[in-house]
């Protein structure tokens, strides 16, 4: 049984930073991890993504904001947010890919953890 568990939202302000955690269970470790967000009244859009390689891709409005990385002995991916911006707040989640590399297709989903950027 795979489970994705989020952590580490909050409120900050612009400029600001924090760090999302998404802790894994199950079989995970050889499967693709990213972050998705979903905003009060927009679709949901992918993040980021991290592959079993730690290849990454990101979309463009958060490249050279935000990182992902992935410690395998934990079974925990991350995503480190600096300069938020008020655009960046959301509902995040995490999902586990269907495949090994990134981009991919996604099949199970952790609960999502709220950032909210206002001053």
């Known amino acids: 049984q795979v489970q994705l568990v989020e952590s580490g939202g909050g409120l900050v302000q612009p400029g600001g930073s924090l760090r999302l955690s998404c802790a894994a269970s199950?079989?995970?470790?050889?499967?693709?991890i990213g972050w998705f967000r979903q905003a009060l009244g927009k679709e949901r859009e992918e993040v980021s993504c991290?592959?079993?390689?730690?290849?990454?891709r990101y979309r463009e409005s958060v490249k050279g904001r935000f990182t992902i990385s992935r410690d395998n002995a934990k079974n925990t991916v991350y995503l480190q947010m600096n300069s938020l911006k008020p655009e960046d707040t959301a509902v995040y989640h995490c999902?586990?890919?269907?495949?090994?590399?990134?981009?991919?297709?996604?099949?199970?989903w952790g609960q999502g953890t709220q950032v909210t950027v206002s001053s």
């Open positions: 991290i592959s079993t390689g730690a290849r990454t």
């Open positions: 199950g079989r995970t470790l050889g499967y693709s």
């Open positions: 999902a586990k890919g269907r495949s090994n590399v990134c981009p991919t297709l996604y099949d199970y």
